[in-house]
């Protein structure tokens, strides 16, 4: 395995888990921890970011890069991530089961062209 992967995988996985335990504690009122859970979110969240400049950097490319085509499918992705969102949402906690259904499926279709987008790109 190749140095670069290898400290990836190590970020990934200590970011992911720091974010996943943080979001818990923010949306499990039963925790009673919403406070702590944002800060523990916010670390993880930041690990998960320096991970893609360390990873950069190891690569021997600049730390971020955005040009046009990149902005263009970070504003896609987060619009069919919220969409999506949104349609679990309605289905989930508002009791609106057919509507948060077809939402959710415009999220996904949205999410779904993001794979022409990026690859695009390469």
Do not use: D
Request: aromatic share 4%.
């Amino acid at each position: 395995m190749q140095k670069k992967n290898f400290v990836s995988m190590i970020m990934g996985t200590v970011g992911g888990i720091l974010f996943a335990i943080g979001m818990c504690m923010c949306l499990l009122p039963e925790w009673g921890a919403f406070t702590q859970g944002v800060v523990i979110a916010a670390v993880g969240a930041v690990v998960l970011l320096s991970m893609l400049i360390v990873r950069r950097k190891m690569e021997g490319r600049p730390a971020v890069h955005l040009s046009g085509k990149a902005v263009g499918s970070v504003l896609l992705g987060i619009a069919g991530a919220l969409v999506l969102g949104v349609g679990m949402c309605m289905v989930m906690i508002w009791n609106m089961l057919i509507p948060g259904i077809l939402i959710g499926i415009v999220g996904i279709v949205l999410l779904l062209c993001l794979i022409p987008v990026v690859k695009g790109l390469q």
